[in-house]
């Protein structure tokens, strides 16, 4: 824990591309996640069709919104400022082993050791959030053409399950107009692991956000580093250099 009578450094972390990243993330996901909450209830709560179509069209377009912030920041890891770049943030090479060694000496020491960017234990979890966001985005993407036929891949299912081409316009959610149905029988069993994995990870995506935001909240508590409000202003305080700055 910092020491109130110490002198704090500034030390700049994350660029402006990461901070929106971050926020528009954030709004995103809850958005994705408030409105999955109720498709997966829908029944219960007594949704019509068109408001399942009316759901899962909105969840879609955000979903458009998350997919190309994250495939913008997916790209910044490889051209971005330092902490920003994949090297700094996933868990593997010298780089993490020294410092999870160095983060290991101090806990023995009772000494803890700074960290400008992601702590060894945070980027574990940064890349498990990455991981499953990744995959929500990719499986979201292929149910956005075989539920409700949109973009990228609906125009490609639409042609799948038509009875012919002269029949592709007719198709439309929740509709059996000028649907072949053994296409459709095949289409939906095609569709079936991509709904199943869409299923487990966003569950598995909303526990690996609450232990995220534990993890933040106790490091703020501990630490006082300005971890919170670096995402505002880029910037961390230390009373001793950490231990990754340059």
Known sequence: MID????????????????????????????????????????????????????????????YVFFVNLSWRIVWGFIGSRYARWGAILPFGAEYKGQWSAMMNGMKAGKPVGFVGHNPIARLMVALLFLLMSIQAITGLVLAGTDVYMPPFGGTIKEWVATDKTSVELVEPYSKEGIDETAYKEMRDFRKPFITTHYYVFFTLLAAILLHLLGVVVTELRERNGLVSAMFTGKKVFAEKPFDSE
């Open 4 to 63: 109130s009578t110490q002198k704090l450094i500034s030390y700049p972390v994350w660029d402006k591309t990461v901070r929106i990243f971050h926020w528009v993330n954030v709004l995103c996901v809850l958005g994705l996640i408030a409105i999955g909450t109720v498709i997966f209830n829908a029944k219960g709560l007594g949704v019509t069709n068109d408001g399942k179509i009316l759901l899962k069209t909105v969840h879609v377009y955000i979903g």
